[in-house]
């Protein structure tokens, strides 16, 4: 290891711990050495606050001169809620930036790495790129696309049911695997189920992590059926958005927007059209969206080509039963060509279960 990739390590991981915190904003953290010690640290902590290398220059002060600064993206060049921190690094007097991955955004990659040159500043940028990267998947996709990085989530068997036939799924995981779960709805922007996961459990759909965030609760309703009483409507613990179809109560509608939940009509004619569904997302800001639903919705996004992300928890069970519901339902591909690929899956150890991460691959 390099002192450069021990130092962009550092950085990285301030960045990481404030996962959950600085949606829709990237992660970035920074680190600024001089004479081999480290003088200053940041990261950034919320949307609109000061960038990790403000933090980083106002705890190293006048030893930030002449020295190193590490910063997890390129810093920015514009003018925003704050000012361009690539002018900040050249008034601070910094002789070297080492960058780990340009801005992805294709209208400002470049612009901060052309400030600094331009101001005899050394640059080198690469270090640690594709850890940088995947910690920024969300926003590397939201900044670009305008929508929101969708991961699908599930706790399955062996045999991958997510219940018995007779609808019973309490509990398939481990207790450490459902803590696991929650701190994936604290870094998630939006929380995605069914109506019928609404009308079978009554779940809240929240953050029960110290300190964690309720993220937004999206459910699928095509004929709005959903409850009165549920705990999605009335327990205030966080914002509810309702989508539907065209076929949709319209009484009912008046009813839910009196309780103060949003309710989003698709394009479907029967049923909700999930690329309404993270189009909208995308319109109100949502960056990141984590899909707790059951084989039918599960299968919908995927056909559409709209899970970014795959993350499953394999209890070491066996349940059985051609009628037990599985995690990925709809029709199904007709060809083993046509599967879907996961690339770049790993798998560890949570409590009893196993934990599967997975990026689809579409194009294969």
């Not at 207790?175 to 922007?189: G, I, K, Y």
């Amino acid at each position: 290891m390099t002192n450069h990739e021990f130092y962009m390590d550092l950085a990285l991981k301030n960045a990481s711990a404030m996962k959950g915190q600085t949606d829709p904003n990237p992660l970035v953290g920074s680190v600024i050495v001089n004479d081999n010690r480290v003088v200053g640290i940041g990261a950034h902590l919320k949307a609109g606050e000061p960038h990790a290398e403000i933090h980083a220059l106002r705890m190293a002060g006048e030893k930030a001169k002449g020295g190193t600064i590490y910063v997890t993206l390129e810093p920015c060049s514009h003018h925003g809620r704050t000012g361009p921190c690539a002018v900040a690094i050249v008034e601070a007097g910094l002789k070297r930036v080492v960058i780990a991955t340009l801005d992805p955004n294709p209208v400002v990659s470049g612009n901060g790495v052309k400030i600094l040159e331009d101001a005899g500043i050394e640059v080198i940028t690469g270090v640690r790129e594709k850890e940088s990267q995947q910690m920024n998947e969300v926003f590397n996709k939201f900044i670009v696309q305008k929508k929101p990085f969708v991961t699908l989530k599930s706790g399955i068997t062996l045999d991958g049911k997510i219940a018995t036939h007779t609808s019973h799924s309490k509990w398939i995981t481990s207790p450490e695997a459902r803590e696991d779960v929650h701190h994936l709805r604290n870094e998630n922007m939006a929380i995605l189920v069914g109506v019928n996961t609404v009308i079978k459990d009554d779940p809240e759909l929240t953050t029960r992590i110290p300190n964690g965030r309720n993220p937004i609760r999206i459910i699928l309703d095509s004929t709005l059926k959903v409850p009165l009483e549920s705990k999605v409507l009335t327990d205030n613990l966080a914002e509810t958005w309702i989508f539907t179809s065209e076929n949709y109560d319209k009484k009912k509608e008046q009813t839910l927007k009196s309780l103060g939940i949003k309710v989003f009509q698709t394009s479907g004619k029967k049923h909700v059209d999930p690329n309404d569904v993270v189009h909208t997302l995308g319109e109100n800001l949502i960056s990141s969206l984590l899909i707790e639903g059951g084989g039918t919705i599960n299968a919908s996004f995927l056909e559409n080509k709209l899970i970014d992300k795959v993350v499953l928890y394999f209890a070491p069970k066996l349940i059985g039963g051609q009628n037990a519901p599985t995690f990925l339902e709809g029709a199904g591909f007709e060809k083993m060509s046509d599967a879907v690929e996961l690339s770049d899956g790993t798998f560890t150890k949570v409590g009893p279960d196993f934990k599967f991460v997975g990026y689809p691959n579409y194009d294969k």
